[in-house]
């Protein structure tokens, strides 16, 4: 299953991989009281409800036309498992920002 086109879904295997990788972000979409409730070591916390509104912090650049994302680092998003829509949602919205 995949939250948009371009965007692959990957295990926890993959996970572990992503937060070794200096290259990679991996970032907890839930809401801060999900997340100060625990979360996994290594992911920042960007609530699905900000996520546009942070890019930045993933290596974007604000432009006239929204966002620029060429240089940014690869992101991995998570959530609540596959009834949560959170990390979805988050990344359709960044897409649609650019």
């Known amino acids: 299953m995949s939250p948009a086109p371009g965007v692959s879904t990957i295990g926890e295997l ?22 100060l409730g625990g979360t996994i070591p290594g992911a920042i916390n960007i609530p699905y409800t900000e996520a546009v509104d942070r890019m930045g ?23 609540n498992g596959l009834w949560c829509g959170q990390s979805p949602t988050a990344i359709r919205n960044m897409i649609e920002a650019g």
């Open 14 to 35: 993959e996970l572990l991989d992503a937060l070794q990788d200096p290259d990679v972000i991996v970032v907890d979409s839930r809401t801060p009281d999900w997340y």
């Open 57 to 79: 912090e993933l290596g974007c650049e604000l432009d006239f036309d929204g966002w620029t994302c060429e240089e940014a680092s690869a992101v991995a998003l998570f959530c």
